[in-house]
């Protein structure tokens, strides 16, 4: 008797355990799908995802390329990288790995004499990284956040 209850306890622990592990791999599916999303699979979404920022696009600038991200960061491109690490972006995780790249002329800069552009590199609907960047041959390149100090070009 006290046998037959043992392995109805185990079976009912076991159970328990499936179950509990099920629930929370569903948890992080459903959290995970919630953070890949930006809404910016759209001109307007990706207009919004900018004003969140504090910048003001001008919608019919948009310029779209696919882009080929490297194998491996070097020079340059681990100074970018450092850019949007600062900004909870990090392009180690896409190496080697093809996004949409769009790029927007910024219209509030507070600089009206430089041409501003602000670029969103895009993998489905998440954002992968972005900037925002003087065309200016001595230009700047800052994270997407809207900054009260602008940095200006170096003349």
């Known amino acids: 008797m006290k046998q037959k209850t043992g392995i109805g306890s185990n079976r009912k622990k076991a159970l328990r355990i499936v179950l509990a592990a099920a629930i929370l791999l569903t948890a992080l599916i459903l959290l995970r799908g919630n953070k890949a999303s930006d809404g910016v ?43 949007q ?4 972006y990090d392009l180690t995780g896409h190496l080697g790995e093809s996004c949409q790249q ?17 670029t969103l590199y895009i993998q489905g609907d998440r954002v992968i990284a972005g900037d925002i960047h003087s065309t200016a041959l001595n230009g700047f390149l800052q ?10 070009a170096q003349e």
């Not at 690490?85 to 909870?88: L, T």
């Not at 927007?104 to 501003?116: A, F, G, M, S």
Request: charged share 30%.
């Open 41 to 83: 699979s759209t001109p307007e979404g990706r207009a919004a995802f900018l004003q969140q920022f504090g910048w003001e696009i001008d919608p019919a600038s948009e310029d779209v390329r696919t882009v080929q991200l490297p194998k491996v960061l070097e020079g340059m491109l681990l100074n970018y990288n450092e850019v």
């Open 102 to 118: 769009f790029t927007y002329r910024v219209l509030n800069y507070p600089d009206k004499e430089q041409t501003v552009l602000a």
């Open 143 to 152: 994270g997407l956040k809207l900054e009260k100090e602008q940095p200006r």
């Open 85 to 88: 690490r600062k900004q909870g």
